[in-house]
């Protein structure tokens, strides 16, 4: 080999080993690595070692490793506390990983033995001055509650100004744990500086609803919040008015609890105020419960003048849905890629109407198709889904009236469409399907 030919070679070389010295460049590559790889990835040299020290802290499923830091513990009678005092030198150390964790998922792990409010305690009244907040750059907390340990408010200490996206998910019906969580959604309202954009609040049917803490993180947070999702215990009009001041929101979920007091002129009146002031609505996701004044599509249809809205789902009762409803959602929602009536029964050809009138952008649909035995699969189809990936459907039918289904659908979806079909069946149809779809039969 040459001497210039070697001096290209080893020049490329030297090139591609400087690409590894980058910051962005580590970061993207480290961000495919498991944990045990970043750990040794992180032994490498002393460029490397800060990135993967980023991605291994960077997501935490619970907060003791974190919290382990500030020094060892012993278990008392109310779980666990530290063992001695927290030093000044324990705070350095803690504070070196603590500002790398930018998000945490507690799924409701911890028992009573393993982390008790004492612990908490500990670490609020130890803080020194220059530590205001514990984790200073954290933008995602997800906290459910456990059943065992019902102490909502040791989340207070993880609150800090950079969050983004909080979520609080109650277990436990304690008075107790109502009481802790409008303390934390109000502490999580009162920080300064605050600019939140997503927020979730679920907890048990019993327990009822928390509005109105909610609601003041609403108002504070009205011009940053771009996401809701909510469980409410009825259509309050003092909710539907704070909703309404949210001239940025995207995303909307809310789950009703007890609707049987509304009428439809209620959540027509609801359906107009979001229409009218969020027009910038993407995604529409409402639960209601079964009962006996269950909605019909009518107080929903103001929703039609939302014309970006991407994501439509209503889970209700029988909507008493018309094939001209669908044809007026199709014209209005150009944009749409999901459709969901999950617990309304719609009559099989509309599917065909649902291909003709709605945009090829669709691409899920999630319904309960009804069926009847003498249904003719050679029905006219004068459209078809380009774009749909997924179809779900419920259907209590017989096996007869299945088959029908499968080869009706199979005229109306592209090769390699889901078909699933939440139905007690011995075995998949795929001989109706001629595997033209990926039929998911059966439970």
């Given at each position: 080999m040459s001497a210039s030919k070697f001096?290209?070679?080893?020049?490329?070389?030297?090139?591609?080993?400087?690409?590894?010295?980058?910051?962005?460049?580590?970061?993207?590559?480290?961000?495919?690595?498991?944990?045990?790889?970043?750990?040794?990835?992180?032994?490498?040299?002393?460029?490397?070692?800060?990135?993967?020290?980023?991605?291994?802290?960077?997501?935490?499923?619970?907060?003791?490793?974190?919290?382990?830091?500030?020094?060892?513990?012993?278990?008392?009678?109310?779980?666990?506390?530290?063992?001695?005092?927290?030093?000044?030198?324990?705070?350095?150390?803690?504070?070196?990983?603590s500002r790398r964790v930018r998000k945490i998922n507690n799924e409701g792990v911890f028992s009573i033995w393993e982390l008790g409010p004492g612990a908490f305690a500990q670490v609020g009244t130890s803080r020194p001055p220059s530590t205001p907040y514990i984790l200073p750059r954290v933008t995602e907390i997800n906290w459910t509650e456990s059943r065992e340990a019902g102490w909502l408010q040791q989340l207070i200490p993880l609150l800090s100004p950079s969050l983004k996206s909080f979520s609080l998910k109650m277990m436990s019906e304690r008075s107790t744990?109502?009481?802790?969580?409008?303390?934390?959604?109000?502490?999580?309202?009162?920080?300064?500086?605050?600019?939140?954009?997503?927020?979730?609040?679920?907890?048990?049917?019993?327990?009822?609803?928390?509005?109105?803490?909610?609601?003041?993180?609403?108002?504070?947070?009205?011009?940053?919040?771009?996401?809701?999702?909510?469980?409410?215990?009825?259509?309050?009009?003092?909710?539907?008015?704070?909703?309404?001041?949210?001239?940025?929101?995207?995303?909307?979920?809310?789950?009703?609890?007890?609707?049987?007091?509304?009428?439809?002129?209620?959540?027509?009146e609801f359906s107009h105020l979001l229409a009218s002031k969020c027009s910038g609505l993407e995604t529409i996701r409402f639960s209601i419960p079964f009962g006996p004044q269950e909605p019909t599509f009518y107080a929903f249809r103001p929703l039609t003048r939302i014309e970006g809205l991407r994501e439509f789902h209503l889970k209700c009762g029988e909507l008493g849905l018309q094939e001209q409803d669908l044809r007026e959602m199709g014209e209005s929602w150009r944009s749409l890629v999901s459709l969901g009536f999950p617990n309304s029964r719609i009559p099989l050809p509309w599917v065909a109407a649902i291909a003709e009138h709605f945009p090829p952008t669709l691409e899920n649909i999630d319904v309960d198709i009804g069926v009847s035995e003498d249904l003719d699969p050679d029905n006219t189809v004068h459209s078809t889904f380009v774009s749909l990936k997924r179809i779900s459907y419920i259907e209590m039918a017989s096996p007869k009236a299945l088959k029908a289904v499968g080869l009706f659908l199979h005229r109306l979806v592209a090769p390699g469409t889901v078909v699933e079909c939440a139905k007690w069946m011995e075995e998949p149809l795929m001989e109706v399907t001629g595997g033209a779809v990926k039929w998911k039969g059966g439970r």
């Open positions: 001096s290209a070679i080893n020049h490329a070389t030297v090139r591609r080993l400087e690409a590894l010295e980058v910051r962005e460049i580590l970061d993207i590559i480290m961000s495919f690595l498991d944990d045990n790889s970043l750990f040794v990835a992180g032994l490498v040299c002393k460029t490397w070692s800060p990135v993967a020290l980023n991605h291994l802290w960077g997501t935490l499923d619970s907060v003791v490793p974190l919290l382990l830091l500030l020094g060892p513990m012993t278990l008392e009678f109310d779980g666990m506390k530290y063992a001695d005092a927290i030093l000044e030198a324990d705070w350095a150390r803690f504070e070196s990983y744990s109502v009481t802790d969580a409008r303390v934390v959604l109000r502490h999580l309202a009162s920080l300064p500086r605050l600019k939140l954009e997503r927020l979730q609040a679920r907890w048990p049917d019993s327990v009822g609803a928390l509005d109105a803490a909610f609601c003041d993180v609403l108002y504070r947070q009205r011009t940053s919040l771009k996401s809701i999702s909510h469980q409410s215990f009825n259509l309050d009009k003092q909710f539907g008015t704070y909703l309404s001041q949210l001239p940025n929101l995207v995303n909307l979920e809310l789950r009703f609890i007890d609707v049987n007091t509304q009428t439809d002129e209620e959540f027509k």
